[in-house]
């Protein structure tokens, strides 16, 4: 992500701006960040995780969506495009544009050498503050590796750290499991 200099936005310039906007930007503390392209290997996880998603949720009352559908944390102001976002029962928006979710229950974040950070900080550090949100899983894109953290009592992280193309990724809230030998199909490893 890279910063544009400019005077802090409110939400609503952001959303005039990001809505007439031919590419997306996220929004932290009244600052628009640009967001770079993907490479063959995020975008091949990031269809893997959620076509394994779209079959297993199918009828039963949750929803996934690619990176098309912002979010919006409302206790930090921050305004994101997860690479898969699910929401269970009805999904509430922020507007009658009917682009903004405020209530997903699941998040997945492909890292990126550029973005790694952000993604395990200040994004997660905001995420934490969404009431609906039960789980937050991290794919990495360098190795086989899959971060799932999952919101317990009291409001605390658990971590699954899965490692091994063998693994299940294993989302009770969702009642799903997904196999990492399906989510890492077709990607190849980095050069070295």
């Known amino acids: 992500m890279s910063s544009n ?10 959303l005039a701006i990001e809505r007439a906007a031919e590419f997306r930007s996220e929004f ?8 770079s392209g993907g490479t ?3 975008a091949l996880l990031q269809s ?4 394994e998603l779209y079959g297993q949720l199918r009828g039963r009352g949750c929803t996934a969506f ?6 919006r944390v409302s206790a930090t102001g921050m305004y994101t495009y997860p ?3 699910v929401v269970c029962g009805k999904p509430q928006l922020a507007d009658t544009h009917a682009d903004t979710l405020l209530n997903p229950v699941v998040i997945f974040e492909v ?13 997660f550090q905001s995420y934490r503050t969404l009431a609906s949100l039960r789980d937050y899983i991290l794919v990495d894109q360098s190795s086989v590796r899959i971060e799932h953290y999952t919101r317990g009592e009291a409001d605390t992280w658990t971590l699954r ?10 989302i009770d809230s969702l009642g799903v499991t997904l196999a990492l030998r399906r989510i890492y199909d077709g990607v190849e490893p980095p050069a070295a």
């Open 161 to 170: 750290d899965c490692q091994s193309i063998e693994d299940d990724l294993v």
């Open 48 to 51: 893997n995780v959620f076509g």
């Open 40 to 42: 063959l290997r995020h």
């Open 83 to 85: 690479d898969v976002t």
């Open 66 to 71: 690619t990176s098309d559908m912002r979010v």
């Open 28 to 35: 932290v503390n009244g600052e628009m960040f640009a967001m």
């Open 5 to 14: 200099p400019a005077a802090k936005l409110t939400d609503e310039q952001y």
């Open 111 to 123: 890292l990126s050498p550029s973005t790694e950070g952000y993604d395990r900080g200040l994004k």
